[in-house]
């Protein structure tokens, strides 16, 4: 069977990058025998990226469509909104700022089908970043991402992937969870299924990282929710319910204890501090307990609702079903 590839790339002020990118997209893909599209998403950049991005689709083709949103959503919504768009049934994503390579993509692809995965991530085994600023605290973010989750890869932080849409199609990104993809894509595959390989990395040639040491507290914050989402989406009850429960059964202890002081003793408990702790655990255990129910409540909620989406796409030609694809048979016949 014939497989199609999307090739999603999200931009943010990335105007000198566009034009190399979109051109060693070509050169690397040539050997490509399938048919592929490369989407572009303009994530509200301020600069000349939409611009560069419009002369590259005009320059190469129908083939290279551009989406455009209202603002900037982040890398995250960007990269949604390219998924919701990619016609393929092979997805891959990478970095607007050239340092991931698009010669290995084809590598990847057949890698993909050789090991028989749903996701293959990248893996910069020679990263040229600076270490205590960007290597290092990712190097902590991978380790605390993977004995978390259980999922083991080494460099989480790599957009260079390889999917299958089938199943990535599955699963929605909000906020900034692109760094989580491969633990969203294990909620619905075997992890067996994901792999890794060592892909190359280049020093960044213009403009600036988008990232600091700042991502390092949101990337903390991001996995204790997906923590709780992966374990407890459909059941948050029984997560509050837990706290619930033993909130309570540590409250009636007290209280039990204190009520044989004063029943049975005869000594005096209104004036003791652990008689206001019991009853404040007690009044907590409630509060948890309930919260669990309303938490239930809005989870089949949102198990019953339209899917949502985290942007706003601005319509334009190459953000609906049309537009043209890059076919090898094509392209052997021009240079004929």
């Given at each position: ?11 943010y002020q990335e105007q000198e990058s566009v034009i190399p990118l979109v051109t060693d997209m070509h050169e690397a893909l ?89 996701l293959l991530q990248g893996w910069r085994e020679d990263r040229k970043d600076g270490y205590w600023f960007r290597r290092f ?90 923590s709780f989402f992966l374990k407890f989406r459909a059941r948050p009850g029984h997560f509050f319910g837990y706290i619930g ?92």
């Amino acid at each position: 069977m014939i497989q199609r590839v999307s090739i999603i790339v999200p931009f943010y002020q990335e105007q000198e990058s566009v034009i190399p990118l979109v051109t060693d997209m070509h050169e690397a893909l040539s050997r490509l025998v399938y048919e592929w599209e490369l989407i572009c998403i303009d994530d509200g950049s301020m600069d000349m990226t939409l611009s560069r991005l419009m002369d590259a689709k005009h320059q190469f083709g129908s083939h290279v469509r551009v989406l455009q949103l209202q603002r900037n959503y982040g890398q995250t919504a960007a990269m949604q909104a390219g998924i919701d768009a990619a016609r393929g049934d092979i997805i891959v994503t990478l970095d607007g700022d050239l340092q991931n390579d698009p010669n290995d993509i084809p590598a990847m692809i057949e890698e993909l089908f050789e090991r028989d995965l749903d996701l293959l991530q990248g893996w910069r085994e020679d990263r040229k970043d600076g270490y205590w600023f960007r290597r290092f605290p990712s190097l902590i973010a991978n380790r605390l991402i993977a004995r978390v989750t259980g999922v083991k890869l080494r460099d989480y932080g790599c957009s260079l992937k390889v999917y299958r849409a089938s199943l990535l199609k599955q699963i929605r990104l909000f906020g900034e969870m692109h760094r989580f993809i491969p633990v969203w894509v294990a909620s619905v595959t075997k992890p067996s299924r994901i792999g890794e390989t060592a892909v190359s990395h280049n020093a960044r040639q213009y403009g600036h990282s988008k990232y600091g040491l700042s991502r390092t507290f949101r990337v903390i914050l991001d996995l204790l929710s997906v923590s709780f989402f992966l374990k407890f989406r459909a059941r948050p009850g029984h997560f509050f319910g837990y706290i619930g429960l033993c909130c309570g059964l540590v409250g009636s202890l007290i209280l039990g204890y204190l009520g044989v002081l004063k029943f049975f003793l005869g000594e005096d408990i209104g004036g003791r501090p652990l008689f206001f702790f019991g009853m404040s655990i007690v009044v907590a255990s409630a509060q948890f307990i309930t919260t669990g129910v309303l938490a239930e409540m809005l989870s089949r909620v949102f198990f019953e609702s339209t899917n949502a989406r985290g942007y706003h796409l601005r319509e334009t030609e190459d953000s609906s079903v049309g537009g043209g694809w890059y076919s090898p048979n094509a392209a052997a016949e021009n240079t004929e």
